[in-house]
């Protein structure tokens, strides 16, 4: 049991026989440094060892534009347009989000190259070996929600464009309100993710490697496809904000580039779980730098000028690529769109949404649970939330979903970032990650440090949660009424509180070595 004096003074670095380190400071762990049999560990959650680190840059490139190029990611910029913003607003909306969500997103990764461990573990530093559990189980909840979410959105498309193939899907008989053939393609879909993912991480880099430029070819061809049919861009480029740039502007700008950042928010928690694969920190940080931003901003101004050629030529904006593509009446096109949704959707699902869960399910029970099994249960959980009820609005899916979820993520964020590079700098006992009793055994598992931090960090990003009468599960002037004007900057609020608070509660920063005490 840990006492709960401050941290002992720094001590010089000493070498640790549990660790194997290489020339560019990556460490394993050497054999038979921690048990196998124990309660905490499991072959998914040891660290990946040195040989198997070997992601290069393009490799988290191609991840990052395999996991951007999907239909969600698509509709954000018709999300923020419907709230009343013009096509520029909405496009430096998304990227200044991506900017800034970019920053944790290295911060966090660091430890995977690193250590080569996944979240959960790393978690394990900051909340205990038990208190890990907490943050892995939220982000759990949140991986499986957007599971359904994105499987339920592929399931649409698949059912729309079969549709037009075949034709008559629509008028078959419903089941809950809808047509037993969109539950099909849904069903279907679902049982292909969970395929691919129960291959293991190997195949999913493989997966992502083609589908990136396949997924980015698909969408510049309906770029091409529609500025052929409309002779060029115009209608909507000219189209004006209804908000300007004035006091209209800012209440939605804020709340919404909160949301935007809530978008990736969740890797910006278990990007260790892929970062833990990296050949080294230059590969996933010039790999996430190339890959995320420049992707969401290129893709959103995509939407952009693909609906600007929808409504030359349909006379009406039709944000929906799946909508967009199904006007056609060739069969070939019809079938490439197809495999592009499907390629697209398969793509950002599994990687974001399967894996993270996964890691997380099985540090909750190592026993019990391995990566294979965390992913199945993920699929199951993942269809029980009902995902068509998320998506109905944008203020639905913009304020509340996304700005909740990204409030809470940020709260978990500050507290990883603080713990890491605050006050361990960066230095990790890898050994004791999985040793009960060890130095982040703290109180019978858990920190109380990390706790409180997330509890005060989480009512302050969350408290002040509102909707608009109508619009959303949450009374007009907030579930805590004072905290109503930090909502809007629930991610910002959450990330910086919790940041501040964990490091006055665990005291003056303290440089560690690999073997030395840290609490």
Aim: some cysteine.
């Amino acid at each position: 049991m840990a006492s709960t004096a401050p941290p002992t003074p720094p001590t010089p670095p000493t070498p640790s026989q549990d660790l194997i380190a290489d020339l560019s400071g990556r460490v394993e762990l050497a054999p038979g440094a921690v048990p196998v049999d124990n309660r905490f560990t499991n072959d998914d959650l040891l660290p990946v060892p040195l040989e198997r680190r070997n992601w290069t840059t393009y490799n988290f490139a191609a991840l990052w534009v395999g996991m951007a190029h999907n239909i969600p990611s698509w509709l954000l910029a018709s999300g923020l347009v419907a709230l009343g913003m013009d096509w520029k607003q909405a496009v430096f909306t998304i990227a200044l989000a991506n900017l800034i969500v970019l920053g944790p997103m290295l911060l966090t990764g660091h430890a995977g190259p690193k250590y080569g461990i996944p979240f959960p573990v790393l978690a394990r530093a900051s909340f205990g070996l038990r208190g890990a559990n907490l943050p892995a189980l939220i982000r759990a909840a949140v991986a499986c929600a957007w599971f359904g979410i994105q499987t339920w959105i592929g399931g649409v498309g698949i059912f729309t464009l079969l549709g037009k193939i075949f034709g008559g899907w629509a008028s078959a008989s419903e089941i809950g309100g809808q047509p037993w053939t969109l539950w099909l393609c849904f069903v279907l879909f679902w049982a292909l993710e969970l395929a691919i993912i129960y291959r293991g991480m190997d195949t999913l880099r493989r997966f992502e490697n083609w589908a990136a430029p396949f997924v980015i070819v698909g969408a510049v061809v309906l770029l091409i496809w529609v500025a052929v049919k409309a002779g060029g861009f115009g209608p909507l480029l000219d189209q004006p904000s209804k908000l300007g740039w004035g006091a209209d502007f800012w209440p939605v700008f804020f709340p919404s580039l909160m949301g935007m950042i809530a978008f990736w928010a969740t890797l910006s928690l278990n990007i260790p779980d892929f970062t833990r694969f990296g050949a080294g920190q230059r590969a996933q940080v010039w790999g996430q730098s190339l890959g995320l931003p420049t992707t969401m901003t290129l893709f959103a101004l995509l939407s952009v000028l693909v609906t600007s050629g929808s409504q030359a030529v349909y006379g009406e904006a039709i944000w929906d690529p799946v909508q967009l593509v199904a006007r056609t009446d060739n069969v070939f096109g019809l079938l490439y769109a197809l495999v592009t949704v499907l390629v697209a959707t398969i793509s950002v699902n599994i990687a974001a949404n399967v894996v993270s869960p996964a890691y997380d399910l099985a540090n909750l029970a190592p026993k019990l649970i391995n990566f294979r099994t965390g992913a199945l249960i993920t699929g199951v959980v993942g269809v029980l939330i009902m995902p068509w009820k998320l998506t109905e609005t944008p203020e639905l899916y913009i304020f509340t979903w996304l700005g909740l979820v990204g409030g809470l993520l940020g709260t978990v964020a500050g507290i990883l970032i603080a713990d890491y590079w605050i006050v361990r700098r960066t230095v990790l006992d890898l050994a004791d990650l999985y040793r009960p009793g060890g130095r982040y055994w703290y109180t019978q598992g858990w920190n109380w440090r990390a706790v409180v931090a997330f509890a005060v960090g989480g009512i302050l990003a969350i408290g002040g949660s509102h909707s608009a009468p109508g619009k959303g599960p949450f009374p007009a002037d907030g579930l805590i009424p004072f905290l109503k004007p930090l909502a809007d900057y629930g991610w910002a609020v959450g990330l910086a509180s919790s940041l501040v608070l964990y490091v006055l509660l665990s005291g003056r920063p303290a440089v560690r070595s690999h073997g030395s005490p840290a609490h």
